[in-house]
């Protein structure tokens, strides 16, 4: 499985950026995909997953901000991200895993995101 990951770059502070993500190989059902972040010199955290029918769970802290949106025929997710803020600055990485057997985890390249204030 890969995963391509497309969108990031440099924004002032209440700007919007779209992230997309395009997996390929043997995806299969019942699978999430979505999208961690790393900040500088943190831990990489959680920011979006959406299931393939459509369950989205999402960080406190972009919860009204982000919006995470799926293609289950192209093995596409995108996140939409509106009044961003420099503490959204990170890597982000694509991620599509599976909680049931077979269970897997699958990570794309990150895709840098600037927010300046």
């Known amino acids: 499985v890969q995963l391509q990951a497309s969108g990031g770059g440099w924004v002032q502070a209440g700007g919007s950026l779209t992230l997309s993500c395009a997996a390929s190989?043997?995806?299969?059902?019942?699978?999430?995909m979505g999208w961690y972040r790393q900040p500088p010199g943190k831990q990489r955290e959680l920011v979006a997953l959406?299931?393939?029918?459509?369950?989205?769970d999402y960080s406190d802290s972009v919860k009204g901000r982000f919006a995470i949106s799926r293609d289950n025929a192209k093995n596409t997710v995108w996140l939409q991200m509106n009044s961003l803020k420099p503490e959204d600055t990170a890597v982000y990485y694509c991620?599509?895993?599976?909680?049931?057997?077979?269970?897997?985890?699958?990570w794309g390249q990150g895709t840098l995101v600037t927010v300046s204030s």
């Open positions: 991620v599509t895993k599976r909680r049931v057997t077979p269970v897997y985890t699958y």
């Open positions: 190989g043997n995806i299969l059902g019942a699978s999430y």
């Open positions: 959406i299931s393939s029918g459509g369950v989205t």
